[in-house]
């Protein structure tokens, strides 16, 4: 009887890939109702790479543009790149002022955290202008990037924001303590003659990349159904060495051979401006 319950338990447990494990633990079979729910693991993808890397793209320029002016350093390396930008872009402007509005430009609305509409749940993030099309990039999972077999323990403890990927690569995403330390860390660690490989203004109260706050997008509930849902994206050899300085994601080691591995958020329906984000935290993989 115990046995079957357990097994049962195990079964239950292994098809969770998605996971804040402290949170699950307490919640597990409070809102079955709202679980994301994927055929294969390859089908967990609402849009294309290429869809994500062209949004990315597109408001990396534009920061770069912005930020440009500010960092003398990297004017020389960066001149070469901001020739080849294209039309589109040129009707952006020279120089937005901030984030936001580089967000606004280029994907057409701005995110920010707040207070969340859900009575208990901390800090939320809401859409706070313009509008956000079904199959969107509406934000980044910031935080560093452990392989299924490194060492996490210490930096988990108490810690909520340590989000799991479908082949069991974990994120953590808080922005405080032994976390934003290691973060740090191994950021400058990573750093490539005058180009930083990653950003570590997530850590603070206004990143550089305003994208990158999706670690306090909060779970659904049967009140509010998921807007958003999460998908692991793998950087491209090709994706301009420039702009990796607007990705909020590093590696824990120096030594792993694999792409950086960045987790976005996508809007799973069209969503306005006063909307907060919620993404469902469980995926089950049948
Ligand atoms: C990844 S963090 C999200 C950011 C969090 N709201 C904060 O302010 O730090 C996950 C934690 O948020 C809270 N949370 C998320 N969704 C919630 C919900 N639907 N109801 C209550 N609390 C929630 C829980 O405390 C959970 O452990």
């Given at each position: ?184 860390s191994c950021s400058g660690r990573d750093r490539v003659g005058p ?65 950086l591995r960045c987790v976005v958020l996508v809007s799973l329906r ?17």
């Open positions: 009887m115990f046995r079957t319950a357990l097994k049962r338990f195990q079964n239950k447990w292994k098809s969770y890939r998605h996971r804040f494990v402290p949170w699950i633990i307490l919640n597990l079979s409070k809102n079955e109702k709202t679980l994301r729910q994927v055929t294969e693991r390859t089908k967990d993808k609402l849009v294309s790479d290429e869809e994500v890397s062209q949004s990315l793209l597109k408001l990396f320029r534009v920061l770069l543009r912005s930020h440009g002016a500010d960092h003398g350093e990297l004017r020389a390396a960066q001149t070469h790149f901001l020739s080849q930008v294209t039309s589109e872009e040129e009707q952006y402007g020279r120089n937005p002022a901030c984030g936001h509005d580089a967000m606004l430009q280029s994907l057409g609305f701005c995110i920010d955290r707040q207070p969340s509409t859900l009575p208990f749940a901390g800090t939320g993030v809401y859409v706070t202008k313009g509008f956000v099309p079904k199959g969107a990039t509406v934000a980044m999972y910031p935080g560093t990037v452990y392989q299924a077999y490194e060492p996490i323990l210490l930096q988990s403890i108490r810690n909520p924001f340590v989000f799991r990927c479908i082949d069991g690569v974990l994120i953590d995403g808080n922005d405080k303590g032994i976390s934003k330390m290691v973060f740090k180009f930083m490989m990653s950003d570590t203004s997530w850590l603070t109260a206004t990143p550089q990349n305003p994208l990158a706050v999706g670690q306090y997008v909060n779970n659904c509930s049967n009140e509010w159904p998921a807007n958003v849902c999460y998908q692991e994206y793998d950087v491209p050899d090709e994706f301009p060495i420039e702009l990796h300085q607007y990705l909020p994601n590093v590696n824990y080691s120096q030594d792993t051979r694999r792409p069209d969503i306005t401006a006063g909307e907060e984000l919620f993404s469902n935290y469980y995926t089950i993989v049948r």
